[in-house]
């Protein structure tokens, strides 16, 4: 059972003070914070397709991140624990270096065409070693989020959007995708991974920086 005290920090609890919020803060504790994954988000997490992870490195800075996959690529593997797969990004590590780290992290889930929306916290830790990889063809690792606390969130200022399609990138069965136009760049090439060495011939050739932003701005990830 999570309590206003084991929940809110000083700093937030100030606040409530300050604005006459500290019942209301208890209550929305009380009546909607748990310490688990409940029942009812469980269809909920595992049918969306993208979520946003949050977290922070050692100084104390956060990032956001959006994840996506195909729908459930989410599990909950139980009420404590969600599994997730890192695919090839473009080699920052930024999310998963904090998650070493710190392993402190947020995941916001969220539908932008009802809306509605989950909120998750937890500590996490990822792996390439997981026993989870086989679920993920073509990821190059899997996080475990340890929930700490998880609860529905108000929808009232989404702005609601239209979903039109899946993205292409998403790894397939086999774990293939296609080779994204960020690689074409001319001057990346020589700071590759060794396994996409020599690909961007295959792709139709070596791009400008300049052409590459102007495929992002049109639409063309």
Partial sequence: MITYDDFYTDAQKTLHRNHDSERLANVVIAANVADAIQEEHVPFIASRDFFFLSTVDENGMPTVNYKGGAPGFVHVADPKTLIFPIYDGNGMFLSMGNVTRTSKVGLLFINMETPHRVRVQGEASASADDPAMERYPGANMVVRVAVR??????????????????????????????????????????????????????????????EYVAKVQAGEP
């Fill in 149 to 210: 606390s998880c609860f529905l969130n108000c929808g009232r200022y989404i702005h609601k959007h239209q979903r039109l399609e899946s993205s292409r990138y998403v790894p397939d069965v086999n774990g293939d995708q296609p080779f994204p136009a960020w690689k074409r760049i001319d001057i990346v090439q020589d700071a590759l991974r060794q396994v996409d060495q020599g690909r961007a011939e295959e792709a139709g050739g070596t791009i400008t920086l300049e």
